[in-house]
């Protein structure tokens, strides 16, 4: 599996980290049940799905990526910065 | 019919043309008192103890491919009970034990071995571990003994005791564990439980679960409508898309685990071994293949084979923990679809919908608990409350962040299990 970097092109996968299902953070003050659904539930479908992956053994970047869970096929990526995922702050 | 020591000899002697089919292949019926949605290990021996334990018979098991074809068809066989936090402990105690009298319940040969789990330490820090886990596993009833370097070069002469990384310093014994034939043990349920009047059903997917004001009514399936009392949930890997049916969203995301096989070798190996390091765990299956796995591949997987990095990193664990396995070759590799929770630790809960039951997050470690699986599920279904055995595997848990059971200590989060 490759990941195209938007920084620093494709790579290999074991130049990254992931950190699972990228979601939009609650607010700090959300609810209980807010965070439970953010930290620990999960849609886990079988198709596409946008991930984190951080760029470790690169240019550190959070990166965005879309990826076909079944087939393993890289979508798109993009910087998760641009992404809007860090909640109301 | 029933298998025994003359019944093998009279059949070998007359061209083996005795043996009828293990299990009937019913139409399914309009309405069970239970729906089983899986006919994996789990599902299997759930339908097995409602039928012993508790009376119950008129169920179905639906299984959308065939029988065993899952993920208890697909592991690396190992079966032990050297848990160490409360909750799992008492669980996986009791199913070894349901395991020790397995063969002789079903009255069929599952093959079960224990050749004893022995698992070793690299520093000090993982000797302290080891320590308090065996600690831990007396404690919980069950055997453990520390072996110093010399006490595991006496059973395996052949590891290398010397790498520069990861010296060799000795091991957790746990002689009660050991391995068992996966696809018997499959095989042995599914039989035991159509023996007992339980319909099992082959191609037939779930495509839906009927709710009606917050209570069950039955499923949707590609081979129709059918009404039931109780839904039990049993679809690991795919338990997340099968509680999206009913309106769930649960603590599951599905990874792949890798697993592999060598080819057939005279014995080398005489119990499974599992290194602190690497997370490599290694045992030699009664045809000689050599079995061995190591960490997830950590990103959410439906497809069942993995990624090469994890092959590679597979193979050089194993070459650096037991070089004399270098000219061995690889036959297959395969990969499972895994539910894994935020703490690695399994659910079997009441779903908050009347009659819909919850058996998933199995993660990495199904097998072993199958029989505890099936016998706790069972009581849970058939009456309402947890079996002594389960009490802490609750949905609750993630919500509360009461009673986490994190076994590898890595966080209670998803991208580490």
């Not at chain 2, 596993?137 to 006490?151: F, P, R, T, Y």
């Not at chain 2, 957790?172 to 599914?190: E, K, N, P, S």
């Not at chain 2, 898309?241 to 190996?269: D, M, N, Y």
């Not at chain 2, 908050?352 to 039951?357: C, D, H, R, S, V």
Request: proline share 4%; aromatic share 8%.
């Amino acid at each position: 599996m490759r990941i195209n970097c938007p920084n620093c092109g494709e790579r290999d996968r074991r130049e990254f980290y992931v950190k699972g299902a990228a979601l939009a953070r609650p607010a700090a003050d959300a609810t209980l049940e807010a965070w439970h659904d953010h930290v620990n539930l999960r849609d886990n479908p079988a198709g596409e799905l946008h991930e984190l992956w951080y760029h470790e053994m690169g240019c550190g970047a959070w990166i965005d990526v879309c990826r076909n869970v079944v087939s393993h096929a890289v979508l798109s990526t993009a910087l998760a910065s641009a992404a809007d995922l860090g909640g109301a702050r | 019919m029933r298998f025994s020591g003359w019944r093998v000899l009279k059949e070998g002697l007359t061209g083996n043309k005795g043996w009828a089919p293990h299990w009937r292949n019913p139409e399914p019926k309009p309405e069970y008192d239970v729906v089983i949605i899986g006919g994996g290990g789990h599902g299997l021996a759930t339908a097995y103890y409602l039928a012993k334990e508790h009376g119950i018979t008129n169920i179905a098991v639906l299984e959308k491919g065939y029988l065993g074809g899952g993920n208890v068809g697909r592991n690396t066989t190992i079966v032990r009970a050297n848990y160490y936090l409360p909750g799992n402990s008492e669980f996986y105690s009791h199913s070894l034990k349901l395991w020790e009298g397995l063969e002789q319940d079903l009255n069929y040969n599952a093959m079960m071995s224990q050749r004893g789990v022995m698992m070793i330490y690299h520093n000090d820090g993982q000797r302290d571990a080891m320590v308090r886990r065996g600690n831990a596993i007396i404690n919980q009833g069950d055997d453990a003994e520390l072996l110093d370097v010399e006490g595991v070069r006496k059973r395996a002469p052949f590891l290398n005791f010397d790498n520069n990384r990861f010296p060799i310093m000795g091991g957790l014994l746990h002689r009660r564990g050991g391995t068992a034939r996966h696809d018997a043990v499959a095989w042995g349920f599914a039989r035991g439980a159509d023996m007992r009047g339980v319909d099992l059903i082959q191609n037939c997917e779930v495509t839906g679960i009927d709710i009606d004001n917050g209570k069950v009514r039955g499923v949707q399936t590609t081979r129709g409508v059918i009404r039931a009392k109780k839904v039990a949930l049993a679809a690991a890997g795919r338990s997340g898309q099968v509680a999206a049916l009913a309106g769930l969203r649960l603590p599951i995301e599905s990874h792949v685990l890798q697993a592999f096989v060598s080819e057939g070798l005279k014995p080398v190996l005489n119990h499974v071994i599992a290194f602190a390091e690497n997370h490599l765990y290694i045992s030699q299956s009664d045809k000689g293949g050599l079995v061995f796995g190591s960490y997830l591949d950590f990103y959410s997987s439906y497809a069942a084979r993995g990624n090469l990095p994890m092959v590679e990193h597979t193979m050089e664990s194993c070459l650096a923990m037991v070089p004399a396995l270098g000219k061995a070759r690889l036959l297959r590799s395969w990969g499972g679809i895994m539910d894994m929770t935020p703490d690695g630790s399994p659910i079997i809960d009441q779903s908050g919908i009347e009659g819909l039951y919850l058996n998933c997050g199995w993660c990495y470690g199904g097998f072993k608990a199958i029989p505890g699986s099936g016998d706790a599920y069972a009581h849970l279904i058939a009456t309402d409350r947890p079996h002594g055995a389960a009490t802490k595997f609750k949905l609750d848990r993630f919500r509360s962040g009461h009673g986490l059971m994190d076994e590898e200590g890595s966080g209670a989060q998803h991208n580490l299990h």
